[in-house]
Nanobody, 116 residues
């Protein structure tokens, strides 16, 4: 059974930084894609960034230039470095992992709140 556990969320002022981590039970090298999604109140869950096994990354326009996604297979951990945070980045951030057969695993989420 795969478990994804996010950490690193919190309250930060606009312009500040946070680093989210997603620790996965077992190895993460089996996941073809891992990513971060977020869901703000009253809005749909949206992709923030993802990364493939080869290191190819993909970012939402809102995250480009401010956020950096990375994965450390040796530590079984996915990261999201978030800089220059804005109030509109406030949301619950979820870790996602996708298997080669397109099955998706989700973490429980971590709250990020950016004050103006």
């Amino acid at each position: 059974q795969v478990q994804l556990v996010e950490s690193g969320g919190g309250l930060v002022q606009a312009g500040g930084s946070l680093r989210l981590s997603c620790a996965a039970s077992g190895g993460i090298s089996r996941f073809v894609v891992m990513g971060w999604y977020r869901q703000a109140p009253g809005k749909q869950r949206e992709l923030v960034a993802n990364i493939g096994t080869g290191g190819t990354t993909n970012y939402a326009d809102s995250a480009k230039g401010r956020f950096t996604i990375s994965r450390d297979n040796a530590k079984n951990t996915l990261y999201l470095q978030m800089n220059s945070l804005k109030p509109e980045d406030t949301a619950v951030y979820y870790c996602n992992a996708q298997t080669p057969l397109y099955f998706n695993y989700w973490g429980q989420g971590t709250q990020v709140t950016v004050s103006s």
